[in-house]
């Protein structure tokens, strides 16, 4: 059985949450107004990474506000993606990307409240000895499993959400090869976490 983590732990975790639920909850009114089906709107809204990464930081840190405790890997393998997800955003989408109202705050929790929170909480609140060097390779499964889903999502659909699997026009064995790569760059991210993690903890 895993330890508890502090009360503030399972505060921080929990505003975490909340973000994560109103965010997703507000996208997914914005999606009824204008695709007029929660469902349509629910599979559109699941072909992106962000998403996933944001659906899985609701549920995870709402268990954590409540039972206090979870699989410290479920946190770290989450810290990487939200570094990710932050990052893609910030570096690569944020200049062309201008939304307005309602999607302004989804946008902003998507890629900047909840990533931020759960890296600070992991930084913050994991445990050395349960989640260290040798849980890197689980970091590995995240890009893995979502991108097997978006080839599968783009076989039926024909709509592939990010250009580095789009199998319609790379061909398989490249996409393959890409998803090889962010399985390195998800570890290579995590790798950087634990360093950071150590030096932070050293300081203070």
């Known amino acids: 059985m895993y330890p508890y983590y502090p009360y503030p732990a399972r505060i921080l975790a929990g505003i975490i949450s909340a973000i994560a639920i109103l965010s997703l909850a507000a996208q997914s009114i914005g999606n009824i107004e204008r695709d007029g089906s929660l469902i349509e709107g629910w599979s559109a809204m699941l072909r992106f990474f962000t998403i996933w990464g944001n659906l899985a930081s609701a549920v995870a840190f709402a268990w954590i506000a409540w039972r206090g405790r979870i699989e410290p890997r479920i946190p770290f393998a989450l810290a990487?993606?939200?570094?990710?997800?932050?990052a893609v955003y910030h570096l690569l989408l944020a200049s062309m990307h201008h939304p307005e109202g309602l999607?302004?705050?989804?946008?902003?929790?998507?890629?900047?409240l909840v990533p931020a929170g759960g890296i600070l909480w992991w930084l913050l609140f994991s445990k050395d000895e349960l989640a260290g060097w040798r849980s890197l390779p689980i970091v590995m499964l995240v890009p893995l499993i979502y991108g097997a889903f978006a080839l599968i999502n783009g076989a039926v659909t024909g709509f592939y959400p990010y250009f580095f699997l789009d199998r319609s026009t790379l061909g398989l064995g490249a996409v393959l090869v890409n998803m090889a790569g962010l399985a390195i760059l998800f570890m290579a991210v995590a790798a950087a976490l634990l360093g950071l993690r150590k030096i932070i903890r050293v300081r203070a």
């Open 80 to 86: 990487a993606a939200l570094v990710i997800i932050a």
């Open 103 to 112: 999607d302004w705050w989804t946008n902003i929790a998507h890629h900047t």
